[in-house]
């Protein structure tokens, strides 16, 4: 209205007597909040055998990690958090929650859900998704990082090309037996190596993404 040479800013201070600033939201608190809101802390500590004990710190912090590359609002990530608490009621204490796969499927399932059909159905596997995480801002950091890897660990361990899966888990041992662990490269197949033995640590023998999945697409029935 002015011309294009106007500080629009600083003109409609004329009109402004205070202003206030909005602190930036602390993402792991919101999460830790929303999972307390949300009465899910009881559920949680009821997971206390020595395989699902992790579960709670384990799904914040890849919950977390996943919703800030996708700059997920923070709407979103208490519509997710509602998802949570449906997953959760369907999966009994002494049952495998597979927390990083359940948070990686809930924020896929509610930011790219053509990326989640994929995945389920074997058209996409681990290397596809690790490859669109790092290309998200902030992701390539995420993904060499921890969470990146129990990430593409649970995806190797759950991928429904058994075939696929199988020669992936071949491939990390055979590296890792010529590996002398010098390298980040060797560091990386290293801890691969150590998270799949550790998921499939005792009588266990698989992880069913799809069971996940059917769990996360019957949440997402359910209205806000």
């Not at 979103?76 to 009621?89: D, F, K, P, Q, W």
């Not at 049952?95 to 074997?122: E, T, W």
């Not at 361990?157 to 590996?179: F, G, W």
Request: aromatic share 8%.
């Amino acid at each position: 209205m002015y011309g294009e040479r106007i500080n629009a800013p600083e003109y409609l201070r004329r009109f402004i007597d205070l202003e206030y600033g909005i602190p930036v939201v602390q993402t792991k608190l919101f999460t830790q909040n929303l999972l307390t809101r949300f009465d899910l802390d009881g559920v949680f500590s009821e997971r206390n055998s020595s395989e699902t004990r992790y579960d709670k710190g384990n799904f914040i912090d890849a919950f977390t990690a996943l919703a800030d590359v996708f700059d997920m609002s923070l709407r979103a990530r208490e519509r997710s958090i509602t998802r949570l608490g449906i997953v959760m009621e369907q999966t009994p204490s002494n049952h495998y929650l597979d927390p990083v796969l359940v948070a990686l499927l809930l924020v896929l399932r509610l930011n790219q859900p053509v990326m989640f059909s994929r995945l389920c159905s074997g058209t996409d596997g681990p290397k596809e998704v690790i490859q669109y995480l790092a290309g998200l801002p902030g992701g390539q950091r995420m993904v060499d990082g921890r969470t990146g890897l129990l990430i593409e660990a649970y995806l190797i361990a759950s991928d429904v090309h058994t075939e696929r899966r199988d020669a992936r888990c071949t491939e990390l041992r055979e590296q890792m037996s010529v590996s002398n662990g010098a390298t980040q490269v060797d560091s990386r197949v290293d801890t691969l190596n150590r998270i799949l033995s550790s998921i499939f640590n005792g009588e266990r023998g698989s992880v069913s993404l799809k069971r996940v999945a059917n769990k996360i697409d019957f949440a997402a029935l359910v209205k806000d």
